[in-house]
């Protein structure tokens, strides 16, 4: 009964230090976007125009904002689910896409990948290496960011127009059509479109207050889309196919990996989606602490270019 006793309070103390690191993450979060979007353009800039390359540091603390939205997708960021998905939306707004379409499109990647969704993949009976390509590089580069924010003009559309792009552009190799309808629906269309007009007067508001230095916020932007689009699929390049479960671990330096909120044991999430960011570290010992691949080595080789479908 001790042994158990202990362990109970131990899990509790565990848990109230990891709310309070959750909690501080997500003040930090909100603090680095305010700086990003207005106390830099309104309070620094005119100074001196060299504090512009300190929206460096927002780019380079891209993946743990992510992170942090990822950990709110699964529901596992805040205890309380409504709290959990406030935050969610709120970050969502910050990053610049809705927190609805976040979150259906990274469970739909959850159950369709590499059945579906497989980026990297071309049928050589329906298309060509070259045909592929650039797409492919375009997605790579920043294209996948820019899509999420792309979707933002759905909000303006009645149901029945997104319903039929969805028809439109569903596909066998394609969660889009999917990820439409869902949108569509009523609940998640209204929280949809309330975000989208979140985002588009914060942005819109950020744009003026750089007003002539808004070239620096674009740049910003351009580099949190690559470091997105970089690291999105070098988790599944080159992965069995038919295997939704099927992800690397790749290693990272202890310090980085916890910065990443341990998002580089993929393959752990993925079999295991329901864990907490700070139990992914013993799961992955416990399944015998295998990496499959250092995480430059695996977002460089994705630069060899789309894998014909064998």
Known sequence: ?????????????????????????????????????????????????????????????????????????????????????????????????????????????????????????????????????????????????LLEVAALPLAALPVAAIRGLGRRVDAPDSVAGLLFERIAQAKVLRQFRADAAAIVVLYAAAFLAYGGYCWMLLAALGGRAFVISLSDNAYHYGTDLDAPLEALNLRLPRLLEQAALSFNLHGVHHRHPGLRWYELREEFLDEGGHYDLGWAAAAARQFRGPIELG
Request: charged letters at 20%; one cysteine or more; proline letters at 6%.
């Open 1 to 145: 009964m001790t042994d158990v006793g202990t362990g109970r309070t131990n899990r509790r103390s565990r848990e109230r230090r990891v709310r309070a690191i959750n909690s501080w993450l997500l003040g930090a979060a909100v603090v680095v976007g305010a700086f990003q979007l207005f106390l830099l353009p309104l309070i620094l800039l005119p100074h001196d125009p060299m504090w512009g390359w300190s929206l460096l540091a927002p780019v380079l603390l891209t993946t743990p904002f992510w992170s942090l939205i990822h950990e709110a997708i699964h529901g596992t960021l805040i205890r309380r689910r409504e709290v959990n998905d406030l935050c969610g939306r709120a970050l969502a707004v910050l990053y610049g896409s809705p927190f609805a379409m976040l979150k259906i499109g990274h469970l739909l990647h959850h159950r369709y990948s590499r059945t579906r969704e497989r980026t990297e993949i071309y049928d050589p009976a329906t298309s060509s290496w070259a045909k592929t390509a650039p797409g492919y590089y375009l997605r790579l580069c920043g294209g996948l960011y």
